[in-house]
């Protein structure tokens, strides 16, 4: 029980890979759209409601609730959270 517990702890508390690169794009860019990331992370053009746009948007969603971005002006651009 102490073992799956401790296993089920470390499994919620990893970055996926989008994740990580969302978080360094947002590093990089001081404020960004969720859209803007998007097409940053796929070099090409996104419109809203594409399996790409919602991928971004349920990440930033994590990272938002882990705390490591934030929202900004109107929950429009997201911003990584300064420590």
Known sequence: MIVKSV???A????ISKNQRKILEILEKYKELTAKDIA???WARDIR????EYSSIHRSLA????RGLVEKV????KWRKKKN
């Open 7 to 9: 296993v089920t702890r």
């Open 11 to 14: 499994h919620r508390s990893r």
């Open 39 to 41: 097409e940053i992370l």
């Open 48 to 51: 809203y409601k594409t399996p």
């Open 62 to 65: 994590t990272l938002y609730r």
């Open 73 to 76: 002006g109107g929950q429009l």
